[in-house]
């Protein structure tokens, strides 16, 4: 019913989950794209979160954990969920548990996309963002039809203020202190399901159907 998107900034999860869900009826939630949209409409929520997401920090765990969990309450998980993003620290694995025991969800598995640093760092390097729609593009693995604008709904392309070099080595930092340990966590519980991330976007989503099942 709801499978988490494990990995670091960069390994493809987002590309990924919209993979998924254009093949399937799942919906993604993807944390990121939820703040940086409360950023782009100057809410209270983007005001909150502002300076934590352009220095490449997280965000508070209660603070984010409300924010998806109101989320997911109200849309109901109709034929599952992906969460792209959450969790990425210990207590928010500890509050996602609660939230899926308190709601009667269940947790698929987790997969991980697991990848190494000098991909990672040339992913980055050439990432393009829809500000319109979320759809992610890559300056050459994976360009856009016409330069600069979204395939999907027309948006000039732009990169994200996160993805500038010293907000990456920070984002990769953060992500081996905070998320990494999530990887052990989950494995414990037997939820783990482990992909090599380093192919392209469709090979790595041949692997991704093959455990999910679809
Ligand atoms: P992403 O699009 O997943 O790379 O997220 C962009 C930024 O949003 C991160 O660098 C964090 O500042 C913030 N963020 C997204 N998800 C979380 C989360 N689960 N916990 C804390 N901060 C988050």
Redo the contacts with the bound molecule.
Sequence with gaps: MVWVLLGA?GCGK?TQANMLMAQSDMKSY????M??KAVAEGSELGSQ?KS??ES??????EL?ANVLAARLEQDGIGSGVLL??????LP?AQLLDNMLSKNGWTLSGVLYFDTDEALILQRLGGRLSCPGCGAGYHATSMPPVKAGVCDKCSADLITRK?DTPEAIQN?LR?YAESTEPLVAYYQQQGALKNIDASGNADEVFAKVKAVIGL
């Design positions: 900034p987002g993807s944390t990121g794209e703040l940086r979160v934590y997401m490449g920090g997280l965000v508070p765990d984010i792209d993003g959450f969790p990425r620290t928010q996160d984002r953060v």
